[in-house]
């Protein structure tokens, strides 16, 4: 699987837009690109996914890079509730496949 | 969307003692079930892999005896965590892919903080 840079950190007002980024210049052409978040001492929460288009659903947007080496999570409207880490995850998919999970970015959105 | 239910959302135990920790997945049948394991400040790793009827699959540098995993229904995969130590504290996760349409991303369990003292 590719790998991915995020930022270890990133703070937000609450109210406006969280723009969060990631990059994975070695992604190849049948490879998606995932964001799931974590809230403190839960369980990962699936966001969005896109292969080369741009993305919206009620969560989030994703923006992907026309040459796919990287993408930008938008979060419209952030809460405090948003406050959390956020994992950019390449995958060619499949039903048995693994998740390598890096890092990720706290995203920590202020009142 | 696919549900998972991890049960117990915490444990203490005593040194030396076995833990049960419970995943079921309310809305499907889930033919592989995944187990992560994290510690504080840490990311996800993953432990092992676990397939409904057949042996789990390990990770590297995961002990298969020390962490037993049984997946003998669609619904239900557990992992036991024998003798345990303090070492073995932990949150442990359980997920799989989110129903049907592995598309739409891995549904993860609710996770189990596990102390051991």
């Known amino acids: 699987d590719a790998k991915t840079t995020q930022p270890p950190s990133m703070d937000c007002a609450e109210g406006r837009a969280a723009n969060l980024p990631c990059n994975h210049s070695t992604i190849s052409g049948n490879e998606y690109v995932y964001w799931y978040r974590q809230i403190h001492s839960q369980g990962p929460q699936y966001i969005i996914h896109?292969?080369?288009n741009n993305e919206t659903n009620e969560m989030a947007s994703l923006i992907i890079t026309e040459d796919r080496k990287s993408s930008t999570l938008i979060l419209p409207h952030a809460t405090l509730r948003d406050t959390a880490v956020y994992y950019c995850i390449v995958s060619s998919g499949g039903s048995n496949y693994k998740l390598t999970f890096g890092k990720g970015t706290l995203l920590t959105v202020n009142p | 969307g696919a549900v998972v239910s991890q049960h117990p959302s915490w444990v203490i135990c005593k040194s030396g003692t076995s833990v049960k920790i419970e995943c079921r997945s309310l809305?499907?049948?889930?033919?592989?079930m995944f187990w992560y394991r994290q510690f504080p400040k840490q990311s996800l790793m993953l432990m092992a892999t676990?397939?409904?009827?057949?042996?789990?699959?390990?990770e590297q540098g995961v002990e298969k005896d020390k962490f037993l995993i049984n997946h003998a229904s669609l619904t239900l995969s557990t992992l036991t965590v024998t003798s345990a130590h303090p070492e073995d504290s932990s949150f442990y996760i359980c997920?799989?892919?989110?129903?049907?349409?592995?598309?739409?991303?891995?549904?993860f369990g609710s996770g189990t903080r596990l102390t051991v003292v």
């Open positions: 997920s799989e892919v989110g129903g049907l349409d592995w598309k739409q991303g891995y549904t």
């Open positions: 676990s397939n409904e009827g057949s042996k789990a699959t390990y």
């Open positions: 809305d499907f049948q889930a033919t592989t």
């Open positions: 896109g292969l080369k």
